[in-house]
DNA sequence: TCTGGGGTCCTAGGACCC
DNA sequence: TCTGGGGTCCTAGGACCC
Protein backbone atom coordinates (compact mmCIF):
# COMPACT_ATOMS: atom_id res chain seq x y z
CA UNK A 1 0.00 0.00 0.00
CA UNK A 2 2.78 2.38 0.75
CA UNK A 3 3.96 4.39 -1.76
CA UNK A 4 7.49 4.37 -2.89
CA UNK A 5 9.38 7.48 -1.75
CA UNK A 6 10.72 10.11 -4.96
CA UNK A 7 14.16 8.65 -6.30
CA UNK A 8 16.62 10.99 -5.40
CA UNK A 9 18.50 11.98 -8.63
CA UNK A 10 21.32 9.47 -9.32
CA UNK A 11 24.83 9.89 -7.46
CA UNK A 12 26.88 12.50 -9.62
CA UNK A 13 24.27 14.99 -10.84
CA UNK A 14 23.80 18.27 -10.28
CA UNK A 15 20.02 19.22 -8.66
CA UNK A 16 17.97 21.19 -10.92
CA UNK A 17 16.85 23.89 -8.73
CA UNK A 18 17.82 24.35 -4.93
CA UNK A 19 15.47 23.27 -2.30
CA UNK A 20 12.22 24.76 -2.95
CA UNK A 21 10.90 26.84 0.09
CA UNK A 22 8.17 25.01 2.22
CA UNK A 23 5.08 25.89 -0.02
CA UNK A 24 2.74 26.43 2.99
CA UNK A 25 5.37 29.05 4.61
CA UNK A 26 4.58 32.44 3.99
CA UNK A 27 6.46 35.61 5.95
CA UNK A 28 4.20 38.70 6.29
CA UNK A 29 5.86 41.73 6.87
CA UNK A 30 4.21 44.67 8.75
CA UNK A 31 5.21 48.01 8.30
CA UNK A 32 3.33 50.78 10.11
CA UNK A 33 2.65 53.59 7.87
CA UNK A 34 3.95 56.92 9.31
CA UNK A 35 4.05 55.65 12.55
CA UNK A 36 5.05 58.62 15.56
CA UNK A 37 2.52 60.86 13.41
CA UNK A 38 -0.34 57.99 13.47
CA UNK A 39 -0.09 57.24 17.55
CA UNK A 40 0.24 61.18 17.88
CA UNK A 41 -3.33 61.25 15.33
CA UNK A 42 -5.04 58.83 17.82
CA UNK A 43 -5.00 61.35 20.61
CA UNK A 44 -4.98 64.34 18.10
CA UNK A 45 -7.45 63.14 15.44
CA UNK A 46 -8.74 67.01 14.25
CA UNK A 47 -5.49 66.65 12.64
CA UNK A 48 -6.01 64.01 10.47
CA UNK A 49 -5.72 65.05 6.96
CA UNK A 50 -3.46 67.97 7.59
CA UNK A 51 0.37 68.11 6.99
CA UNK A 52 1.63 67.10 10.39
CA UNK A 53 5.58 66.52 11.69
CA UNK A 54 6.98 65.13 14.68
CA UNK A 55 10.07 66.32 15.56
CA UNK A 56 11.78 69.48 17.14
CA UNK A 57 9.28 72.07 17.10
CA UNK A 58 10.70 75.05 15.48
CA UNK A 59 8.45 77.63 17.51
CA UNK A 60 11.14 76.00 20.41
CA UNK A 61 13.89 77.79 19.01
CA UNK A 62 16.60 77.14 16.00
CA UNK A 63 17.75 73.21 16.40
CA UNK A 64 20.18 70.82 14.70
CA UNK A 65 17.44 68.08 15.10
CA UNK A 66 15.63 66.22 12.12
CA UNK A 67 12.08 64.95 11.15
CA UNK A 68 11.69 62.03 12.33
CA UNK A 69 8.18 61.15 10.85
CA UNK A 70 5.93 63.09 8.12
CA UNK A 71 2.49 62.46 7.75
CA UNK A 72 1.65 61.89 3.47
CA UNK A 73 0.39 65.51 3.49
CA UNK A 74 3.24 66.90 4.73
CA UNK A 75 5.16 65.02 2.32
CA UNK A 76 3.62 66.49 -0.58
CA UNK A 77 5.59 69.59 0.43
CA UNK A 78 9.09 67.64 0.00
CA UNK A 79 9.18 66.75 4.04
CA UNK A 80 10.64 63.25 5.16
CA UNK A 81 12.36 61.60 7.62
CA UNK A 82 15.40 62.60 8.39
CA UNK A 83 15.25 65.88 6.91
CA UNK A 84 16.77 69.02 9.04
CA UNK A 85 13.95 70.24 11.17
CA UNK A 86 15.11 74.46 10.12
CA UNK A 87 14.43 73.37 6.09
CA UNK A 88 11.33 71.01 7.30
CA UNK A 89 9.68 74.12 8.21
CA UNK A 90 10.42 76.32 5.49
CA UNK A 91 9.17 73.56 2.94
CA UNK A 92 5.91 73.41 4.87
CA UNK A 93 5.38 76.48 6.87
CA UNK A 94 1.43 75.08 7.29
CA UNK A 95 2.32 72.11 9.29
CA UNK A 96 1.38 71.09 12.63
CA UNK A 97 4.99 70.24 14.93
CA UNK A 98 4.49 67.28 17.22
CA UNK A 99 7.86 66.74 20.05
CA UNK A 100 8.38 62.93 20.11
CA UNK A 101 7.20 60.87 22.92
CA UNK A 102 9.02 57.71 22.57
CA UNK A 103 7.70 55.34 25.65
CA UNK A 104 4.29 56.28 23.83
CA UNK A 105 5.28 54.67 20.48
CA UNK A 106 6.72 51.94 22.12
CA UNK A 107 4.01 51.61 24.18
CA UNK A 108 1.88 51.10 20.77
CA UNK A 109 4.52 48.96 19.41
CA UNK A 110 4.11 46.48 21.73
CA UNK A 111 0.42 46.86 21.50
CA UNK A 112 0.82 45.50 17.73
CA UNK A 113 3.45 43.17 18.81
CA UNK A 114 1.27 41.82 21.11
CA UNK A 115 -2.11 41.67 18.16
CA UNK A 116 0.26 40.06 15.79
CA UNK A 117 1.10 36.93 18.42
CA UNK A 118 -3.07 36.01 17.38
CA UNK A 119 -1.57 35.02 14.17
CA UNK A 120 1.43 33.45 14.64
CA UNK A 121 3.63 31.75 17.73
CA UNK A 122 6.60 33.76 15.75
CA UNK A 123 7.08 37.14 15.73
CA UNK A 124 10.11 39.17 14.66
CA UNK A 125 10.37 42.90 15.73
CA UNK A 126 12.52 44.35 13.47
CA UNK A 127 12.24 48.00 14.45
CA UNK A 128 9.66 50.11 16.58
CA UNK A 129 7.64 50.53 13.34
CA UNK A 130 8.66 46.74 11.69
CA UNK A 131 8.01 43.16 12.43
CA UNK A 132 8.11 39.90 10.30
CA UNK A 133 4.89 36.93 10.93
CA UNK A 134 6.05 33.47 9.53
CA UNK A 135 2.60 31.80 9.30
CA UNK A 136 1.36 28.50 7.56
CA UNK A 137 -1.38 29.06 4.58
CA UNK A 138 -1.68 26.46 1.38
CA UNK A 139 -1.48 29.38 -1.37
CA UNK A 140 -1.17 32.92 -2.01
CA UNK A 141 -4.47 34.03 -1.42
CA UNK A 142 -4.46 31.96 1.96
CA UNK A 143 -2.04 33.77 2.75
CA UNK A 144 -2.90 37.11 1.74
CA UNK A 145 -6.33 36.69 3.78
CA UNK A 146 -4.72 36.18 5.84
CA UNK A 147 -2.67 39.36 5.64
CA UNK A 148 -6.25 41.42 5.29
CA UNK A 149 -7.61 40.19 8.71
CA UNK A 150 -4.27 41.37 10.27
CA UNK A 151 -4.23 44.94 8.53
CA UNK A 152 -7.80 45.11 9.51
CA UNK A 153 -7.36 44.17 13.03
CA UNK A 154 -4.09 46.85 13.51
CA UNK A 155 -6.63 49.50 12.01
CA UNK A 156 -9.79 48.76 14.10
CA UNK A 157 -8.26 47.78 17.32
CA UNK A 158 -5.48 49.51 17.74
CA UNK A 159 -6.07 52.91 14.82
CA UNK A 160 -3.00 52.21 13.23
CA UNK A 161 -2.92 52.26 9.24
CA UNK A 162 0.22 49.26 7.97
CA UNK A 163 1.16 48.06 4.96
CA UNK A 164 2.19 44.29 4.88
CA UNK A 165 4.24 42.41 2.12
CA UNK A 166 3.55 39.03 1.43
CA UNK A 167 6.20 36.51 -0.20
CA UNK A 168 8.01 33.38 1.24
CA UNK A 169 11.35 35.17 1.57
CA UNK A 170 11.90 37.96 4.49
CA UNK A 171 13.61 40.05 2.15
CA UNK A 172 11.22 40.16 -0.57
CA UNK A 173 8.56 40.30 1.79
CA UNK A 174 10.19 43.39 3.07
CA UNK A 175 10.46 44.75 -0.40
CA UNK A 176 7.15 44.09 -1.20
CA UNK A 177 5.53 46.12 1.57
CA UNK A 178 7.88 49.18 0.30
CA UNK A 179 5.71 49.28 -2.86
CA UNK A 180 2.27 48.58 -0.85
CA UNK A 181 2.79 51.86 0.89
CA UNK A 182 0.79 53.43 2.08
CA UNK A 183 -1.89 51.14 3.39
CA UNK A 184 -1.45 48.52 1.16
CA UNK A 185 -0.83 44.72 0.48
CA UNK A 186 1.47 43.29 -1.58
CA UNK A 187 1.62 39.31 -2.45
CA UNK A 188 4.65 38.12 -4.43
CA UNK A 189 4.92 34.26 -5.21
CA UNK A 190 7.52 32.40 -4.97
CA UNK A 191 7.64 32.08 -9.34
CA UNK A 192 7.33 35.59 -9.25
CA UNK A 193 10.21 37.04 -7.72
CA UNK A 194 12.57 37.17 -10.25
CA UNK A 195 10.17 38.99 -12.25
CA UNK A 196 8.95 41.50 -9.69
CA UNK A 197 13.06 42.48 -8.42
CA UNK A 198 13.88 42.78 -12.22
CA UNK A 199 12.65 46.66 -13.39
CA UNK A 200 13.55 47.81 -9.44
CA UNK A 201 16.22 49.90 -8.97
CA UNK A 202 18.95 48.39 -6.96
CA UNK A 203 18.39 50.65 -3.86
CA UNK A 204 15.50 48.91 -3.17
CA UNK A 205 17.10 45.91 -1.74
CA UNK A 206 17.73 46.12 2.05
CA UNK A 207 21.35 46.36 2.71
CA UNK A 208 22.14 48.40 -0.55
CA UNK A 209 22.64 51.74 0.28
CA UNK A 210 24.41 54.85 -1.44
CA UNK A 211 27.99 53.56 -1.24
CA UNK A 212 26.95 50.29 -2.80
CA UNK A 213 24.98 51.51 -5.11
CA UNK A 214 27.45 53.89 -6.35
CA UNK A 215 29.84 50.97 -7.17
CA UNK A 216 27.41 49.02 -8.79
CA UNK A 217 26.55 51.86 -11.07
CA UNK A 218 30.67 52.22 -11.78
CA UNK A 219 29.51 49.04 -13.21
CA UNK A 220 27.11 49.90 -15.25
CA UNK A 221 23.88 48.41 -13.07
CA UNK A 222 21.64 50.32 -11.93
CA UNK A 223 18.50 47.94 -11.90
CA UNK A 224 17.91 44.15 -10.07
CA UNK A 225 17.49 42.73 -13.69
CA UNK A 226 20.60 43.79 -14.52
CA UNK A 227 22.38 42.73 -11.65
CA UNK A 228 20.89 39.14 -12.10
CA UNK A 229 22.65 39.06 -15.86
CA UNK A 230 26.21 39.35 -14.10
CA UNK A 231 27.94 36.30 -12.56
CA UNK A 232 27.77 36.03 -8.77
CA UNK A 233 31.65 36.06 -8.99
CA UNK A 234 32.14 38.96 -10.55
CA UNK A 235 30.13 41.16 -8.06
CA UNK A 236 31.38 39.42 -5.44
CA UNK A 237 35.12 41.04 -6.71
CA UNK A 238 33.51 44.63 -5.81
CA UNK A 239 31.70 43.77 -3.13
CA UNK A 240 32.46 40.91 -1.09
CA UNK A 241 30.14 37.61 0.41
CA UNK A 242 27.23 40.56 -0.12
CA UNK A 243 27.65 40.84 -3.75
CA UNK A 244 27.23 37.32 -4.31
CA UNK A 245 23.77 37.43 -2.39
CA UNK A 246 22.78 40.48 -4.37
CA UNK A 247 23.00 38.33 -7.52
CA UNK A 248 21.15 35.31 -5.76
CA UNK A 249 18.82 37.60 -4.83
CA UNK A 250 18.36 39.29 -7.98
CA UNK A 251 17.98 35.86 -10.10
CA UNK A 252 14.80 34.95 -7.42
CA UNK A 253 16.77 32.63 -4.67
CA UNK A 254 17.38 35.07 -2.14
CA UNK A 255 18.72 33.86 1.18
CA UNK A 256 17.61 35.05 4.66
CA UNK A 257 19.79 34.91 7.06
CA UNK A 258 19.32 33.75 10.37
CA UNK A 259 17.64 36.48 13.25
CA UNK A 260 20.16 37.53 15.56
CA UNK A 261 20.15 36.29 19.01
CA UNK A 262 17.11 37.43 21.40
CA UNK A 263 18.95 40.62 23.27
CA UNK A 264 20.67 43.79 22.90
CA UNK A 265 23.93 43.38 21.90
CA UNK A 266 25.22 47.59 22.97
CA UNK A 267 23.68 50.42 24.09
CA UNK A 268 24.61 53.94 23.83
CA UNK A 269 23.59 57.20 24.38
CA UNK A 270 24.71 60.42 22.85
CA UNK A 271 24.14 64.43 22.93
CA UNK A 272 24.50 66.83 19.82
CA UNK A 273 26.01 70.20 21.69
CA UNK A 274 24.12 73.39 20.51
CA UNK A 275 27.62 74.33 19.24
CA UNK A 276 30.52 72.39 18.22
CA UNK A 277 33.10 71.78 21.61
CA UNK A 278 35.85 72.64 21.18
CA UNK A 279 37.78 72.11 25.27
CA UNK A 280 38.32 69.03 27.17
CA UNK A 281 36.69 70.04 30.56
CA UNK A 282 33.01 70.67 28.56
CA UNK A 283 33.53 66.82 26.86
CA UNK A 284 34.80 65.45 30.22
CA UNK A 285 31.44 66.84 31.53
CA UNK A 286 29.66 65.76 28.98
CA UNK A 287 30.84 62.20 29.07
CA UNK A 288 30.49 61.99 32.99
CA UNK A 289 26.36 63.01 32.13
CA UNK A 290 25.95 60.35 29.29
CA UNK A 291 27.65 57.59 31.16
CA UNK A 292 25.54 57.96 34.55
CA UNK A 293 22.22 57.72 31.64
CA UNK A 294 23.75 54.73 30.26
CA UNK A 295 24.40 52.97 33.22
CA UNK A 296 20.87 53.85 35.01
CA UNK A 297 19.44 52.57 31.86
CA UNK A 298 21.21 49.51 31.97
CA UNK A 299 20.22 49.30 35.35
CA UNK A 300 17.13 49.78 34.63
CA UNK A 301 17.18 46.39 32.03
CA UNK A 302 19.25 44.59 34.58
CA UNK A 303 21.97 44.85 32.20
CA UNK A 304 25.59 44.61 32.75
CA UNK A 305 28.21 45.37 30.15
CA UNK A 306 31.59 43.55 29.32
CA UNK A 307 32.95 46.87 26.50
CA UNK A 308 33.10 50.21 26.83
CA UNK A 309 33.00 52.76 23.89
CA UNK A 310 33.33 56.73 22.93
CA UNK A 311 32.92 58.14 19.38
CA UNK A 312 32.95 61.45 18.21
CA UNK A 313 31.30 63.50 15.84
CA UNK A 314 33.71 66.03 14.73
CA UNK A 315 32.83 69.12 13.38
CA UNK A 316 32.97 67.87 9.77
CA UNK A 317 30.58 64.85 10.49
CA UNK A 318 33.23 62.61 10.20
CA UNK A 319 33.75 59.99 13.01
CA UNK A 320 36.26 58.76 15.18
CA UNK A 321 35.89 56.03 17.68
CA UNK A 322 37.58 53.92 20.50
CA UNK A 323 36.54 51.05 22.41
CA UNK A 324 37.94 48.50 25.77
CA UNK A 325 36.98 45.16 26.83
CA UNK A 326 36.85 44.67 30.21
CA UNK A 327 38.02 41.65 32.12
CA UNK A 328 34.80 41.46 33.69
CA UNK A 329 31.19 42.35 33.08
CA UNK A 330 30.53 45.74 35.23
CA UNK A 331 27.56 47.51 36.54
CA UNK A 332 27.25 50.93 37.26
CA UNK A 333 28.14 54.13 36.53
CA UNK A 334 31.50 54.83 38.20
CA UNK A 335 33.82 52.07 36.34
CA UNK A 336 31.90 53.12 33.31
CA UNK A 337 32.32 57.04 33.68
CA UNK A 338 36.23 56.30 34.40
CA UNK A 339 36.51 54.43 31.49
CA UNK A 340 34.50 56.28 28.99
CA UNK A 341 36.71 59.14 30.34
CA UNK A 342 40.01 57.96 29.84
CA UNK A 343 39.03 56.83 26.27
CA UNK A 344 37.87 60.47 25.39
CA UNK A 345 40.64 61.49 26.23
CA UNK A 346 42.93 58.90 23.91
CA UNK A 347 40.65 60.13 21.62
CA UNK A 348 40.78 63.95 22.21
CA UNK A 349 44.48 64.81 22.22
CA UNK A 350 45.25 62.29 19.37
CA UNK A 351 42.90 64.67 17.83
CA UNK A 352 44.56 67.39 18.76
CA UNK A 353 48.19 66.75 17.95
CA UNK A 354 46.38 66.12 14.59
CA UNK A 355 43.57 68.16 13.20
CA UNK A 356 42.06 69.61 16.43
CA UNK A 357 38.51 69.49 15.11
CA UNK A 358 35.96 70.50 17.42
CA UNK A 359 33.54 67.65 18.82
CA UNK A 360 29.89 68.01 17.18
CA UNK A 361 28.50 65.09 18.47
CA UNK A 362 29.86 62.60 21.76
CA UNK A 363 28.78 59.37 22.44
CA UNK A 364 28.85 56.16 25.14
CA UNK A 365 28.58 53.12 24.44
CA UNK A 366 28.54 49.43 26.11
CA UNK A 367 28.61 46.53 24.78
CA UNK A 368 29.36 42.40 25.47
CA UNK A 369 25.94 42.76 27.25
CA UNK A 370 24.67 40.32 29.68
CA UNK A 371 21.68 39.67 32.15
CA UNK A 372 22.44 40.18 35.75
CA UNK A 373 21.09 37.42 36.84
CA UNK A 374 22.49 37.04 40.04
CA UNK A 375 23.82 40.10 41.79
CA UNK A 376 26.88 40.64 43.36
CA UNK A 377 27.20 39.23 46.97
CA UNK A 378 27.68 42.28 49.16
CA UNK A 379 27.80 42.28 53.15
CA UNK A 380 24.22 43.36 52.90
CA UNK A 381 23.53 39.56 51.97
CA UNK A 382 24.59 38.54 55.46
CA UNK A 383 22.16 38.89 58.18
CA UNK A 384 24.07 40.78 61.29
CA UNK A 385 25.38 38.97 63.95
CA UNK A 386 23.75 39.49 67.06
CA UNK A 387 25.50 42.48 69.03
CA UNK A 388 26.56 43.50 65.47
CA UNK A 389 26.23 47.53 65.14
CA UNK A 390 25.33 46.59 61.31
CA UNK A 391 21.95 47.71 61.25
CA UNK A 392 19.38 46.98 58.67
CA UNK A 393 18.46 51.03 58.19
C1' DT B 1 19.68 72.29 3.63
C1' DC B 2 23.64 70.89 6.43
C1' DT B 3 22.76 66.72 8.41
C1' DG B 4 19.47 63.08 15.48
C1' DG B 5 19.65 59.16 18.15
C1' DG B 6 19.43 55.00 18.40
C1' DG B 7 21.02 50.25 16.63
C1' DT B 8 23.24 45.91 13.60
C1' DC B 9 26.59 43.51 10.89
C1' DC B 10 30.94 43.04 8.23
C1' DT B 11 35.90 43.44 7.29
C1' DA B 12 40.66 43.71 8.13
C1' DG B 13 44.96 43.94 10.59
C1' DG B 14 47.63 42.88 14.63
C1' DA B 15 48.35 40.23 18.87
C1' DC B 16 48.70 36.01 20.71
C1' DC B 17 48.65 31.04 21.07
C1' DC B 18 49.54 26.25 19.68
C1' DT C 1 69.68 29.75 7.88
C1' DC C 2 65.36 32.07 6.67
C1' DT C 3 61.57 32.11 9.04
C1' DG C 4 54.44 27.64 8.81
C1' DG C 5 49.77 27.68 9.30
C1' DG C 6 45.58 28.05 11.63
C1' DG C 7 42.42 29.85 15.04
C1' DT C 8 40.62 33.36 18.03
C1' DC C 9 40.31 37.75 20.24
C1' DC C 10 40.52 42.73 20.12
C1' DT C 11 40.10 47.16 17.95
C1' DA C 12 38.89 50.58 14.34
C1' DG C 13 36.31 51.79 10.70
C1' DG C 14 32.63 51.45 7.34
C1' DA C 15 28.04 50.72 5.60
C1' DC C 16 23.46 50.48 6.44
C1' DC C 17 18.72 50.62 8.72
C1' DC C 18 14.66 53.04 11.03
Redesign the pocket.
Known amino acids: MSTPPPADPPEGLPRLAPPAPRPDRWVLYIDLDAFYVECELRSRPELRGTPVIVGPPPSEGPT???V?SASYEARKFGVR????A??AA?LCPSASWIAPDFPKYEAASREVRSLLHHYSDEVIP?????AAVPVEAPNADAARAIAERIQHDVRTTLGLPASIGVATTRVIA?MATDLAKPAGIRVVRPEEVAAFAAPLPV?A?????????AILRQHGITTIGELATHRPGEVGAWL???GRELVALARGAPSD?PE??EG?????????FAEDVGTWAEIETAIHSLAAELAHSLEKEGLRYG?V?VAF?WS??????????LSAAQEGAAPLGELAVRLGRELWEAEQSARGRAV??LSV?TERLTERTQRQVSLDDFPPASGSAHSAL
Open positions: RGVLSALPTLRFSIDEKRIPGVGPKTDGGFASDPRSRSTDRTAGRDFSRSQRSRTRTR
